[in-house]
Nanobody, 127 residues
Framework: QVQLVESGGGLVQAGGSLRLSCAAS????????MGWFRQSPGKEREFVAS????????YYADSVKDRFTISRDNAKNTVYLQMNSLKPEDTAVYYC????????????????????WGQGTQVTVSS
């Protein structure tokens, strides 16, 4: 079992940056692939980025590629999402999630791959 707590959200102007953190409890963090998803009002939860257990591979939604970077520090049980060049359309509640699956056909892009979710952190980008 792992519990996830996100932090780092807030209000930022368009073009600005934020770094989200997701701290995981437990000693098995390195056995989970991790992902970030987001959800804005009236929309379905959507994939943002994922990273495999070792951190050597990461995957991104086209909408955030080249602007966002996912990383992890297994020694600190933490996954990060560095968000640069933020746009108003990035406004959403951001959730981190943990997947115990050793392999994903979809590079951990589907919410169904994940068993554990954080409570979310609000990111608001003003124009």
């Amino acid at each position: 079992q792992v519990q996830l707590v996100e932090s780092g959200g807030g209000l930022v102007q368009a073009g600005g940056s934020l770094r989200l953190s997701c701290a995981a409890s437990g000693r098995t963090f390195s056995t989970y692939a991790m992902g970030w998803f987001r959800q804005s009002p009236g929309k379905e939860r959507e994939f943002v980025a994922s990273i495999i257990r070792t951190g050597y591979k990461a995957y991104y939604a086209d909408s955030v590629k080249d602007r966002f970077t996912i990383s992890r520090d297994n020694a600190k049980n933490t996954v990060y999402l560095q968000m640069n060049s933020l746009k108003p359309e990035d406004t959403a509640v951001y959730y981190c999630a943990a997947s115990p699956r050793l392999y994903s056909d979809n590079n951990y892009r589907l919410a169904l791959d994940y068993d554990h979710w954080g409570q979310g952190t609000q990111v608001t980008v003003s124009s």
